[in-house]
Nanobody
């Protein structure tokens, strides 16, 4: 099982970016999918997460600016980020709680980090 993150990059303050996360492998079920971020010198924090049914949670700092969505058929989750601020600069990580199809285990998986830089 793998998570592949894409998107990110550099943008000026007020701009927009979209991150995408795709899960692949022997998957039976994907539970919660989410995005976390880690800024230099800070701990990793939850940005947004979404259940298979579409229930979402956002960090207070991104409410109203970021939107998480998922496609259960494609095993993907996207994070649309609008009105970006310099304090959104961080490495963003995709996360998913996945039950494997080849082994009765449910575990958290992480994608590789993708950098988001917002300049003022």
């Amino acid at each position: 099982v793998q998570l592949q993150a894409s998107g990110g990059g550099w943008v000026q303050a007020g701009g927009s970016l979209r991150l995408s996360c795709a899960a692949s492998g022997t998957i039976s079920r994907i539970n919660v999918m989410g995005w976390y971020r880690q800024a230099p010198g800070k701990q990793r924090e939850l940005v947004a997460r979404i259940t298979p049914g579409g229930d979402v949670n956002y960090a207070d700092s991104v409410k109203g600016r970021f939107t998480i969505s998922r496609d259960n058929a494609q095993n993907t989750a996207d994070l649309r980020m609008n009105s970006l601020k310099p304090e959104d600069t961080a490495v963003y990580y995709c996360n998913a709680n996945i039950r494997r199809a080849d082994w009765p285990v449910t575990s958290d998986y992480w994608g590789q980090g993708t950098h988001v830089t917002v300049s003022s």
